[in-house]
């Protein structure tokens, strides 16, 4: 999808192109950053089917919004893109999840119960009935309301679905290829600049721009450790349809 929507940009200035019924989409980021690899600044989102509608809308006391994530990439003159690649909730469902089986607690503001109490149980997002995500932005969580409806509109509507269709399955991706001028990465690489000058709260952690701290990790080629928890790893291996030993770089808790 990403290299026809690069395509579409190099003949019309702009591409855009949408998937129905995707499963689970990954990491969204390395579309957008595929784009921007190929020259333009690219936009995806993903936005998910009803029974992944686990968000409330600001004001709301029941789901219906997935996490529908945002990324966006473009080039600089030098280096890896800028990538940046998030939920439009406070925190995606698969966090939420991970917390509930490692018997912690989720962070202040991230759900609501049935009844609409905050609470910091990740438990009660699977109760019956189930609890709430909240949207981004907290008490101004109107914003992330408009950021997942316009992902909405972009992957779901403009590809034909329903959004609150019960029989759509999977996710939906929309990416967007913008075509932008010769000179686009050394002003891109400018701006890059000045937001990283500013002066940091803490002096060891410097200002960076979004998806920096990920590159300078790999970078650095220190060695990638995937934490995967006990009731996670139970679900892989029944899946896998055997018990499979859990390899030494792979701590399960």
Request: proline share 8%; aromatic share 4%.
């Amino acid at each position: 999808m990403a290299t026809e929507a690069v395509r579409l940009a190099d003949g019309a200035g702009i591409g855009l192109v949408t998937g129905r019924n995707m499963g689970h989409t990954g990491r969204i980021g390395a579309y957008a950053e595929a784009m921007a690899r190929a020259g333009c600044l690219g936009i995806a989102v993903c936005s998910g089917p009803r029974a992944g509608h686990w968000v409330a809308p600001f004001g709301g006391l029941e789901g219906r919004l997935a996490t529908n994530p945002v990324a966006y990439a473009f080039p600089l003159a030098e280096g890896p893109p800028v990538t940046a690649d998030f939920s439009t909730s406070v925190v995606p469902e698969g966090v939420v999840r991970s917390l509930l089986h490692r018997g912690l607690a989720a962070p202040e503001g991230a759900l609501r119960d049935a009844l609409g109490n905050p609470t910091t149980d990740p438990d009660a997002l699977y109760a019956t009935p189930r609890g709430t995500i909240q949207p981004l932005g907290g008490a101004f969580g109107y914003r992330g309301t408009a950021l997942a409806i316009l992902v909405d509109a972009l992957a779901a509507l403009m590809a034909g679905d329903e959004a609150e269709d019960l029989a759509r399955m999977g996710s939906n991706l929309a990416m967007i290829a913008i075509a932008v001028d010769s000179e686009f990465a050394g002003r891109a690489s400018r701006m890059a600049a000045y937001v990283r000058s500013s002066r940091p709260l803490d002096p060891v952690r410097p200002v960076m721009t979004p998806g920096e701290r990920e590159q300078r990790a790999l970078a650095a080629g220190g060695a990638q450790r995937l934490v995967v928890d006990g009731p996670t790893w139970a679900a892989m291996t029944a899946r896998a349809g055997a018990r499979i030993r859990a390899p030494a770089a792979v701590p399960v808790s």
